[in-house]
Structure formats: structure tokens, C-alpha cells
């Protein structure tokens, strides 16, 4: 039945595509977060869906180019993603194992092909909105079910992602939660209707919930990292304060005496062998880099130590060299600074408020990435790449806003993303976004 109903919606919406090709974009995210295809016992498991969606996605893209804008806006994030892609193209064509590597590699630019597209249409708020949608509703979807879960089982099981995803393992999933938290706050800030408003945060809560029960601890470091970033950059700050220090507790509360002695092992690292497979897997990276420092040891490079590079750091740095390191961080921290340019040009504009929350927001997801993948090995996530997207695009509305009025107007507008913008505006969005 499961895989009936995927495939209904799949083939439901795939026409739709090719008159809005932006939709495709909805959909891939949909199958890329939520994997609803892995929930099934059938054919849809292995189902190629999403590669079907993006050639549908592009198909519909070629035939709609006369129809709207959609360009490729070169900012320094994507002038510096490009080069990222290139570099990694090189380090693969000069891997050490080949065989894994080009793979790998095919795997990452399917990826970055639809974040290319993603810069091409999600090109105003509503678009923009939708896509956060997507994204909140796939991940918090194992948010709410896993908060649940450790709730009624005490906590005594891990809290895990569908098998065969980004997210299948417990850590993955705990990183997962960590970024997608704060695009429910964005949310959340965003809705008009206080029963929407009370969902979203006790979405937040079970997903705070649900992290404790991955029993994660690297996902416990990127909470506390996030959680502390969160709150500096949210407005309405005790708003948000009050409940979490009523749920964190609670969630600790459920937490079995197994959660607290291995949540201790932080502190006592040296006597832990997952803690010393880590910090051999990172030497064994530092090694890669100083005997190849440009290109690394090209994608798979770990497989030849027996062990997974267990940080997003050491993974870029062992199997794309310092070069590739550089540009992996030059890509987080500009989209960082992207966000405060946004918030900062946008202080008087109140009916820009939308803009720096979500910016905020963003830019709080990316510190929970940074923080948790600290200790694994997710560097090609797609989640973390379309994040970068999305801060591009809502520059590009932003810029096009104050173009039209300018950073100093105080006028009190709006909030909702579905209102038509007054008639002294223009039209920021086709008939297609609805």
C-alpha cells in the first residue's frame, strides 16, 4: 500500500513539473529528506524517483525558459561551490582507488546538479517558503515519530533514520534535527494561526526529544552548540527559553542510566574506543593531506584504513587535500557572513522581517552542522548545500526589495507569504507560484 501511495504522488505530481518546473524542486526534496520510498516493503524501495524527478525538473525548466527569469545568480558562494565541484573532480580523476572514488563522485554532482537548479527556481519568497516547508516537514517527520518513540520507551533504543539514506544511522539523524529545528522556528515566527504556532513548537520539542534518544554524542555537542546559537539570534528570545528549559529537562528525565554513562564518555575520550577510532581516523587524514596536500587521496580514501572519516573536516581535508578543505570552509563561512549582510541591510525594513528570520535561522542551522559534523562524516550532505541555496536566493529577493524602496522605508508590511505585494511594487512571483 505504501509503495502505491509514493508512487501515486511521484506520477501525480510529475506533470505538474513540466508547466512549474519549480515544483520539481519540491518534490526531489521531499524524496531526498523524507526518503518516504524507504518507509516501504516493495518495489518502490528501490525506486529511482528522484532521478526521475530531475530530469523531469529539467525537462520542464527547458521548456518554461521563455516563460521566466532563471538565471544562475554568481555570488561568491556559488563562484566558490563551483570551484569546490572542479576541485573534487580533480582529486577524483587522482584518487588512489578509483574504483570507489568515481562512484562517489557521480553521487555528490547529482546533488549539486540540483542545487543548481535550485538556484534557478526558487527565485522569490514564496518559493523559497515552500522549500523550507518541504524540508521541516520531511525531517520533522522522524523528529516528531522518534521524540514519540523515545518517550514511550523510555529511551532505552536509539532513535533512527530509514536505512540506506544520509540519515540511516542514529548520529546522521541526530544531525538532521539539529539543522532542521531552526527552520521550524522560522516557521513557527512566520504562521498566523496559534494552533500552527503551538504545532511547530511541539515539533521543536519532540525533535530536541528525539536527539536525546539517537544517543548521540556528537549530536548532544552540535544541541548544546545550536541551542546556544539559537537563542542569541532568535527574536522574542524568552519566548523560546522558557519552553525548552521545560522540555529539556523532561527529555533528560526519560533518559536511561545506559544514556547518561555514555553521554559521560565525553569526558573520558582516551578510555573510549569509538573516541580513539575517531582520532585515528583523523590522523590517518592528516597523514592523506601532508603526503598529497593538494588533491588528498580522492573520494574513498578511508576505505583503504578500514574506517570512516568521522568529521566532515578530516573527511574533505583526507580525500581533497588542503585545497579542498579551504574551499569547504570558505563556502560555510561566506554563506555565514551572507546572513548578516541580510539582517544588516534590513534593520528598518519591517516588512522584511521574514527575511532576517529566516536568514537568522539559517544561519543558526549551518552552526548546528558545523558543531555535530565535527564528529561525522557527512560533508556531501545535500542538506547542508541546499541551506547555501537558499541563503543565495534570499539574498537575491532582498537585494531586489530594497531596489525598489530602499533600506531606510519603515512601512509596516506584511507578513503573509500569500498576500499579492501592494500595487507599487512589482510583482515578485509567476502565476506559478501561486
Not at 12 to 36: D, E, T
Not at 169 to 187: D, F
Not at 388 to 405: F, G, S, T, W
Not at 415 to 429: D, Q
Amino acid at each position: 500500500m505504501r509503495d502505491l501511495f509514493v508512487t501515486a504522488v511521484v506520477l501525480g505530481i510529475l506533470p505538474l513539473i513540466l508547466r512549474a518546473p519549480y515544483i520539481g524542486i519540491l518534490l526531489w526534496s521531499w524524496l531526498g529528506y523524507m526518503n518516504p520510498h524507504r518507509l516501504a516493503y516493495g518495489f518502490a524501495v528501490t525506486a529511482p524517483f528522484a532521478q526521475i524527478t530531475a530530469i523531469v525538473t529539467i525537462i520542464g525548466l527547458l521548456i518554461n525558459l521563455k516563460k521566466e527569469s532563471m538565471k544562475v545568480p554568481w555570488s561568491r558562494e556559488v563562484i566558490v561551490l563551483l570551484m569546490f565541484v572542479i576541485w573534487m573532480l580533480i582529486s577524483t580523476i587522482d584518487a588512489h582507488y578509483p574504483q570507489f572514488a568515481w562512484p562517489q563522485f557521480t553521487k555528490v554532482i547529482k546533488i549539486q546538479v540540483m542545487i543548481v537548479l535550485t538556484l534557478m527556481l526558487i527565485n522569490t519568497r514564496p518559493r523559497i517558503h515552500h522549500v523550507v516547508w518541504i524540508i521541516a516537514l520531511s525531517l520533522g517527520f522522524y523528529g516528531i515519530k522518534g521524540g514519540i518513540f523515545t518517550l514511550t520507551t523510555g529511551g532505552g533504543s536509539h532513535v533512527r533514520g530509514p536505512n540506506g539514506t544520509f540519515i540511516g544511522g542514529n548520529n546522521e539523524i541526530a544531525l538532521a534535527l539539529i539543522m532542521t529545528i531552526p527552520l521550524m522556528r522560522y516557521l513557527q515566527l512566520q504562521a498566523k494561526q496559534r494552533w500552527l504556532q503551538l504545532g511547530l513548537m511541539g515539533a521543536m520539542g519532540l525533535s530536541v526529544v528525539s536527539v536525546f534518544g539517537t544517543q548521540s554524542r556528537g549530536g548532544l555537542v552540535g544541541l548544546v552548540v545550536m541551542g546556544s546559537y539559537f537563542f542569541l539570534k532568535s527574536r522574542n528570545k524568552f519566548r523560546i527559553l522558557l519552553p525548552f528549559l521545560l522540555i529539556a529537562p523532561l527529555g533528560l528525565n526519560f533518559m536511561p542510566q545506559s544514556w547518561w554513562d555514555r553521554m559521560n564518555t565525553i569526558e573520558t575520550y582516551e578510555e573510549d574506543q569509538s573516541a580513539n577510532e575517531r582520532l585515528d581516523a583523523w590522523k590517518y587524514a592528516i597523514d592523506k593531506a601532508v603526503e598529497e596536500p593538494l588533491t588528498g587521496g580522492g573520494y574513498s580514501t578511508f576505505i583503504a584504513h578500514g574506517t570512516d572519516a568521522h568529521s566532515i573536516y578530516f573527511e574533505v581535508l583526507g580525500e581533497h587535500g588542503f585545497v579542498g578543505l579551504g574551499l569547504f570552509l570558505a563556502l560555510g563561512a561566506l554563506t555565514l557572513l551572507t546572513g548578516r549582510s541580510i539582517n544588516a541591510s534590513i534593520k528598518k525594513r519591517k516588512d522584511l522581517v521574514w527575511a532576517s528570520d529566516l536568514s537568522s535561522m539559517i544561519q543558526v542551522s549551518l552552526a548546528g552542522y558545523a558543531a555535530c559534523g565535527a564528529f561525522l562524516g557527512l560533508a556531501y550532505f545535500d542538506f547542508f548545500y541546499h541551506l547555501v541555496a537558499l541563503m543565495v536566493m534570499l539574498k537575491v529577493v532582498v537585494d531586489r526589495e530594497l531596489a525598489i524602496i530602499g533600506p531606510e522605508s519603515t512601512i509596516a508590511g506584511d507578513t503573509s507569504v500569500s498576500e499579492k505585494p501592494p500595487s507599487r511594487f512589482k510583482p515578485m512571483h509567476s502565476i506559478a507560484d501561486g
